[in-house]
């Protein structure tokens, strides 16, 4: 695809906090358009570019026939798994980019011609969000408890692994003018200073009141509530179980403690230690 130097690609491994970072850059770089963030859902606004590679002819078949009594519902499955690429290719504004792909499968000359804004997260945390996911979207279809899912994670088996590979690729990058790395127990612990770091890197600058009113816009209660950005559209479609969990879900750093046992826990210890040993990559709350 043609990269444009207006472009903005928000970027992650999946379940590192994409949508919460999505909606922040977005009313940062629109000078903080309430009205159109509500109008417009987040779907629409930020095309995400491989979506289509994982809805299988078969689910694709189903999804139509199950939503065949809705014209409209038609054309929003259609929007949500045509290809990325050539919606964006038809865009005229600024566009606006979902991709959970390594830097390494982006194009090349992404970071010379565009921004991109990295979001990541423990690790620990994103599997506990990832499972819950991968068993709400049919897309995925996720069927075996937690502790089988955590053994896949950490055996690179699971869409867009290897986990540390990906943000290790990013955070080498981390001082070029063109990529901000963020991380979610940042935005977690001080919102209004990654709002700032955001405003900074896209040349903007607000009041305080300004960056206060945008934090109540992008806190978790807000975010559940609010169509444009939760995802509800995928259980209108089936895509998501409609009785199953929601995308936007408990929004806390450190929940995984709940999911692991002692054998798990010292193996993820392990395995992270392992995985940072040749890089200076450390989440902040862990340092
Ligand atoms: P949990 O499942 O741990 O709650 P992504 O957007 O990359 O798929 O990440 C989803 C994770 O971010 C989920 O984590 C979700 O609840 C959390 N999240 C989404 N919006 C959030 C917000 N406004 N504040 C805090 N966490 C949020």
């Not at 999505?22 to 995400?48: G, H, K």
């Not at 000359?109 to 599997?127: C, I």
């Not at 995925?140 to 408890?145: F, L, N, T, V």
Request: aromatic share 14%; hydrophobic share 35%.
């Amino acid at each position: 695809m043609e990269v444009r130097p207006s472009d903005i690609f928000v970027t992650s491994y999946p379940r590192s906090g994409t949508t919460w970072t999505q909606e922040l850059v977005w009313m940062v770089a629109n000078d903080l358009d309430y009205e159109t963030s509500n109008a417009i859902p987040l779907t629409e606004r930020y095309p995400f570019l491989e979506f289509s590679v994982f809805v299988h002819p078969v689910m694709m078949k189903r999804f139509h026939d199950e939503n065949s009594d809705s014209e409209r519902k038609i054309k929003l499955l259609e929007w949500v798994t045509q290809p990325a690429t050539e919606q964006l290719a038809l865009m005229t504004k600024q566009r606006f980019i979902k991709s959970h792909l390594p830097l390494s499968l982006l194009p090349p000359d992404l970071l010379d011609t565009a921004k991109v804004v990295y979001v990541a997260r423990d690790p620990r945390d994103v599997a506990v969000s990832f499972y819950h996911l991968n068993r709400a979207m049919r897309t995925q279809g996720y069927i075996d408890d937690f502790k089988k899912y955590w053994k896949f994670f950490i055996s690179d088996l699971h869409h867009w692994t290897p986990y540390f590979e990906h943000l290790k690729e990013s955070w080498e990058k981390r001082n070029h003018p063109n990529l901000l790395f963020l991380f979610y127990e940042e935005l977690s612990k001080d919102l209004p200073k990654a709002v700032r770091r955001v405003a900074d890197f896209l040349g903007k600058s607000f009041t305080n009141e300004e960056i206060a009113k945008l934090c109540e816009h992008l806190s978790i209660d807000n975010f559940k509530n609010n169509k444009s950005v939760n995802y509800d559209v995928m259980k209108e479609l089936g895509i998501l179980i409609s009785d199953g969990q929601s995308f936007i879900r408990k929004g806390k750093a450190g929940g995984w403690r709940d999911y692991f046992d002692e054998e798990m826990e010292q193996e993820a210890d392990k395995w992270m230690e392992k995985n940072l040993r040749d890089t200076d990559l450390r989440f902040p709350h862990l340092k």
